[in-house]
């Protein structure tokens, strides 16, 4: 019976009775009293509307009529007219309807006909009515038995139809539930409700199977990681149980899986790690916040103890908690890490030891760094230093300050011939000198080269600072012996004051460097700085400029300087001579701007323009007769310019002249600059047959070794010699030894600076060969040269011609 309810159809069926019962019992309850009501009040109603129209049809009447029949109408039982005796004045029934066993419903009506009082008694038939509302009472049930049963019957067939598709979907449901997850809920069924339920039904498995399928690849990934992680993982319930086990662990501890699964964590740990899972039954979560990350003791299957690391991670679930420990064997590391304790011990020991030296080196680098490598001076830095602490001393004591800017006179020479060694050895001495000069109070510094400053502080009379300059230049002055070398150098000093000239550091510096150049140039030991000075040198920087604009405006000439034979009293040679036609400063001399070409770079450009001018003359000398030499001065830099033999063998070319006409005169400073490439120059000069000759021999201290080397013909005696021989006997003597020396190494003497009969006289005595000067012909231009020649008792080499000399 208990089962008959659990179907579906039954259980509509029985709410179906139960319903529309329920229905019945309201109608019952409350349609048929109410049209029982309806049936008796409409009796009523009726019943009292003919008894009051009965009433007023008998109160028309005169007098009452014999037979009450005649007025009588509708379901009227009884009728009776009674005279009234005052005991009715209203109309009056019977309390209700029905109430009577007679089935009469009695009415009694006062009324009034002809004058007379009278009661109207009625009584109506309450039969018909009752019988109606038994016969309703009859109906409604009837009605209420069908209802019933059509709702049923109705149910009856609805449910099957209800509940097969659900069979349907709950045989396949449990199908998907067998793993048959290819089972699909959907259903052609009529009733759209069920069709909509079986598509999300549908789509909830289609879902839940894409959902099984990630969650199953994601295990399996899950699965490869734990399977490949370096680190051992191990779940583990709240009480300790073990609950997986991967394969990092069952290397780190020699355990398999189903060795372990199940057994307590305390068998691979220590108890200070496992206590926490130990006899744990309260059911709280447990407190791990310790143990993340912990160094602890493990146990190998072997019993083998070893050093772990591990961390404790809980993760909650509905019921319990279990535990992740991520563990790693870091013995080998914990080896690693004695090992690196003990060299990073050693290398603390050995840090100290380095700090220490390189604390010493610093202090060694900060020295360097304020003092020159090889003299140990003050350099440069620690000079301006010292001299803007001088100057801030001396405005607080109103003292003066004397700096010094000094210069060694031939030193490039003495580097360059006897070579850096030698060079090296010269500056120490002069330092020692500079220092042994001087008070310990000053400072002696070395600012590069062969330049030296020094700083005298606490200057109260300026004697005091010439006495310095004076005992600096006698101590430079004296001659220094390296390795039986006896070398002499002279020096040059510059001097400028505070506060005299300058209250500033760097222009004290600019003005004692003017001094000092102004001190070379007059060939002086030391020069004070004067404003007068920067005037000077305002106008060397413009005559600069000027100077390549003469260049490019070609404003130079060459006058010429004729050369004799004292033997064969004939003419031999010119020398070209340039010179600056200024547009306003008229004619300029070479001392006035051959340096300054050196300095600022036009030397090659004026040197090319000689040597093509000169050339030029000379073939048209050779063209009308005459044939001579042409001598050109070359400086330093020319001598080292790499185009020059190219250079000098085009212009022979294009010219048409022998190259033994061209002689090119080198001063032994130049010599020196650079021994190895001007000795590849004149070599490669001399092979092209070019006549080389030394120029102002006897001021540049040459070797005797050097000179032998060297191609050339010819050595000019110096002018300072030459002017100074009738009245210094040192002198004559100087132009005597050179004129020997030069006869010795197979070299024609030269002579320059003839200024007087007497001189020439002097130098035939002493033998030398070929003269110059002012005493035969100062320089002059071509076409005075070509008139000289045509007049001079001096024979011009000529060719055996009859055509007369032209320009």
Same mark, same amino acid.
């Given at each position: 019976?208990? +089962? !008959?309810?659990? #179907?579906?159809?039954?259980?509509? &069926? @029985?709410?179906? =009775?139960?319903? $529309? +019962? !329920?229905?019945? #019992?309201?109608?019952?309850?409350? &349609? @048929?009293?109410? =049209?029982?009501? $309806?049936?008796?009040?409409?009796?009523?109603d009726h019943s009292m509307a003919g008894a009051a129209q009965l009433a007023a049809t008998l109160e028309r009447y005169q007098r009452p009529p014999q037979d009450l029949a005649e007025v009588r109408e509708g379901p009227l039982k009884l009728i009776h007219l009674n005279i009234q005796d005052g005991s009715i004045t209203a109309v009056e029934t019977d309390p209700a309807f029905g109430d009577q066993g007679d089935h009469t419903y009695h009415i009694a009506v006062p009324l009034a006909i002809g004058g007379q009082n009278y009661i109207l008694q009625l009584g109506y038939d309450e039969s018909e009515t009752s019988a109606l509302i038994k016969r309703a009472q009859r109906y409604g049930i009837y009605i209420a038995l069908a209802y019933i049963f059509l709702a049923v019957l109705m149910a009856a067939i609805i449910g099957p139809q209800l509940t097969r598709p659900l069979i349907r979907l709950r045989e396949a449901a449990r199908d998907i539930a067998a793993g048959k997850h290819s089972r699909r809920l959907e259903l052609d069924s009529g009733i759209q409700e069920i069709r909509q339920l079986a598509h999300d039904l549908e789509s909830m498995r289609a879902e839940l199977v894409n959902q099984s399928e990630a969650l199953a690849a994601r295990e399996a990934r899950l699965s490869t990681i734990m399977a490949n992680v370096a680190d051992g993982l191990i779940t583990v319930n709240k009480n300790g149980g073990i609950l997986s086990f991967n394969l990092a662990a069952e290397r780190i501890f020699g355990y398999?899986?189903?060795?372990?699964?199940?057994?307590?964590?305390?068998?691979?740990?220590?108890?200070?790690?496992?206590?926490?899972?130990?006899?744990?039954?309260?059911?709280?979560?447990?407190n791990i916040e310790q143990i993340?990350?912990?160094?602890?003791?493990?146990?190998?299957?072997?019993?083998?103890?070893?050093?772990?690391?591990?961390?404790?991670?809980?993760?909650?679930?509905?019921?319990?908690?279990?535990?992740?420990?991520?563990?790693?064997?870091?013995?080998?590391?914990?080896?690693?890490?004695?090992?690196?304790?003990?060299?990073?011990?050693?290398?603390?020991?050995?840090i100290v030891k380095r700090t220490r030296e390189l604390a010493d080196a610093n202090k060694e680098l900060r020295r360097q760094a304020l003092h020159d490598a090889l003299t140990s001076l003050p350099n440069r830095l620690l000079l301006q230093d010292r001299l803007h602490q001088a100057i801030r001393a001396a405005k607080r004591e109103a003292h003066s300050i004397a700096l010094m800017i000094s210069d060694l006179d031939r030193f490039k020479e003495i580097n360059d011939t006897l070579g850096h060694h030698f060079g090296d050895l010269l500056l120490q001495q002069v330092a020692v000198r500079l220092r042994g000069v001087l008070r310990d109070s000053d400072t002696v510094a070395r600012l590069g080269g062969d330049e030296f400053a020094i700083l005298l502080p606490n200057i109260d009379d300026p004697d005091q600072v010439t006495q310095a300059a004076s005992k600096i230049a006698a101590a430079i002055d004296l001659h220094f012996i390296f390795e039986d070398q006896n070398i002499h150098v002279g020096i040059s000093i510059g001097i400028s004051m505070y506060p005299q000239n300058s209250e500033d550091a760097s222009t004290l510096m600019r003005q004692a460097d003017v001094a000092m150049y102004v001190a070379k140039r007059s060939n002086i030991d030391f020069a004070f700085y004067k404003p007068a000075l920067d005037d000077h040198n305002l106008s060397r920087l413009s005559m600069a400029g000027e100077l390549r604009r003469g260049l490019q405006q070609r404003e130079f000439v060459l006058h010429y300087q004729p050369t004799v034979d004292l033997h064969g009293n004939r003419v031999i040679g010119v020398e070209a001579l340039a010179r600056w036609q200024h547009p306003e400063k008229g004619l300029?001399?070479?001392?006035?701007?051959?340096?300054?070409?050196?300095?600022?770079?036009?030397?090659?450009?004026?040197?090319?323009?000689?040597?093509?001018?000169?050339?030029?003359?000379?073939?048209?000398?050779?063209?009308?007769?005459?044939?001579?030499?042409?001598?050109?001065?070359?400086?330093?830099r020319s001598l080292h310019d790499v185009y020059l033999c190219d250079q000098i063998a085009g212009l022979l070319q294009h010219w048409q002249v022998q190259p033994d006409q061209l002689q090119l005169e080198i001063t032994e400073r130049a010599l020196m600059y650079d021994p190895m490439q001007a000795m590849q120059t004149l070599t490669r000069l001399d092979e092209m047959n070019v006549k080389l000759s030394i120029d102002d021999f006897g001021i540049g201290h040459s070797s005797m070794a050097s000179l032998e080397q060297l191609p050339v013909s010819e050595i000019k005696i110096d002018r300072s010699f030459v002017h100074g021989m009738l009245e210094r006997e040192a002198d004559k003597v100087i132009v005597r030894a050179c004129i020997d020396l030069a006869h010795n190494m197979g070299y024609q003497a030269i002579a320059e600076g003839v200024d007087n009969e007497e001189a020439l006289n002097l130098l035939r005595?002493?033998?030398?060969?070929?003269?110059?000067?002012?005493?035969?012909?100062?320089?002059?231009?071509?076409?005075?040269?070509?008139?000289?020649?045509?007049?001079?008792?001096?024979?011009?080499?000529?060719?055996?011609?009859?055509?007369?000399?032209?320009?």
């Open positions: 019976m208990g +089962g !008959l309810f659990r #179907s579906f159809t039954s259980r509509m &069926v @029985l709410g179906e =009775l139960l319903i $529309h +019962g !329920l229905l019945a #019992s309201v109608v019952f309850v409350l &349609v @048929l009293p109410a =049209l029982e009501q $309806h049936f008796r009040q409409q009796f009523l398999t899986a189903s060795e372990i699964v199940g057994q307590d964590i305390h068998r691979l740990f220590n108890n200070s790690f496992t206590d926490i899972f130990a006899n744990d039954t309260t059911g709280t979560a447990l993340a990350p912990y160094e602890t003791v493990g146990k190998r299957k072997n019993g083998e103890t070893f050093i772990l690391e591990a961390s404790v991670n809980e993760i909650c679930q509905l019921d319990s908690a279990i535990f992740i420990i991520i563990c790693r064997d870091i013995s080998e590391r914990k080896q690693a890490e004695a090992k690196i304790r003990s060299l990073q011990e050693d290398l603390e020991l050995r300029i001399q070479p001392d006035d701007f051959i340096l300054l070409a050196e300095q600022t770079g036009h030397i090659r450009e004026l040197t090319s323009f000689v040597l093509q001018e000169a050339l030029q003359q000379l073939h048209l000398w050779n063209s009308t007769g005459f044939k001579l030499r042409m001598s050109v001065n070359l400086s330093a005595e002493m033998g030398c060969d070929l003269a110059q000067g002012f005493h035969i012909h100062p320089p002059a231009g071509a076409e005075e040269l070509r008139q000289w020649l045509t007049h001079t008792s001096w024979r011009a080499e000529a060719a055996t011609s009859d055509q007369q000399p032209g320009a």
